[in-house]
T-cell receptor, first 112, second 111 residues
Framework: GDSVTQMEGPVTLSEEAFLTINCTYTATGYPSLFWYVQYPGEGLQLLLKATKADDKGSNKGFEATYRKETTSFHLEKGSVQVSDSAVYFCALSTGANSKLTFGKGITLSVRP | SQTIHQWPATLVQPVGSPLSLECTVEGTSNPNLYWYRQAAGRGLQLLFYSVGIGQISSEVPQNLSASRPQDRQFILSSKKLLLSDSGFYLC??????????FGPGTRLTVL
């Protein structure tokens, strides 16, 4: 079946540091890929998405590129802020019902 | 614009008691609807999804059930809660080919 693997966390960075969160996937067919963010005590918000190979999703300074050859969708940001502290989930969607398969999530803490 | 509501926001229930969580969507028609659970320190697990009124698909066997009595209403229920039912329950809506949009969630604590 479909699966998403995220790097182990938590991750703690200083403000303005470079961020990379790894995500790899296994899927039948051609999935759409997503990064969702969950701020403390809240639901999930879509951060960015990519629907086909080589697409780059971007939002709020975050970027991720759909790499079919390495089955990866790594999240990057050049300079993190304290307000980026949250849990980040990588996910994929396939099939007619667009069900999402999530990774376990990773907690990011950014220190001032 | 579309909005999704969940209530209650928090709930503390004793073991063996019943459960009813409600989710409603506004501003769209005939959405796919989903229930997820997020247990402490774990990822999100899809529990149920629905593509239409009265149509429920279960992803994980358990003592929970779901119903969709109206197009934009999705209810998660249990007759008798277990300790292991504690978690953060998220409802989401979506359509084929687009991302899912999540509600604010319900935090359930079973004591």
């Amino acid at each position: 079946g479909d699966s998403v693997t995220q790097m182990e966390g938590p991750v703690t960075l200083s403000e303005e540091a470079f961020l990379t969160i790894n995500c790899t996937y296994t899927a039948t067919g051609y999935p759409s890929l997503f990064w969702y963010v969950q701020y403390p005590g809240e639901g999930l918000q879509l951060l960015l998405k990519a629907t086909k190979a080589d697409d780059k999703g971007s939002n709020k300074g975050f970027e991720a590129t759909y790499r079919k050859e390495t089955t990866s969708f790594h999240l990057e940001k050049g300079s993190v802020q304290v307000s980026d502290s949250a849990v980040y989930f990588c996910a994929l969607s396939t099939g007619a019902n667009s069900k999402l398969t999530f990774g376990k999530g990773i907690t990011l803490s950014v220190r001032p | 614009s579309q909005t999704i509501h969940q209530w209650p926001a928090t709930l503390v229930q004793p073991v063996g008691s019943p459960l009813s969580l409600e989710c409603t969507v506004e501003g769209t028609s005939n959405p796919n609807l989903y229930w997820y659970r997020q247990a402490a320190g774990r990822g999100l697990q899809l529990l149920f999804y629905s593509v239409g009124i009265g149509q429920i698909s279960s992803e994980v066997p358990q003592n929970l059930s779901a119903s969709r009595p109206q197009d934009r209403q999705f209810i998660l229920s249990s007759k008798k809660l277990l300790l292991s039912d504690s978690g953060f329950y998220l409802c989401a809506w979506g359509r084929q080919g687009i991302e899912q949009f999540f509600g604010p969630g319900t935090r359930l604590t079973v004591l």
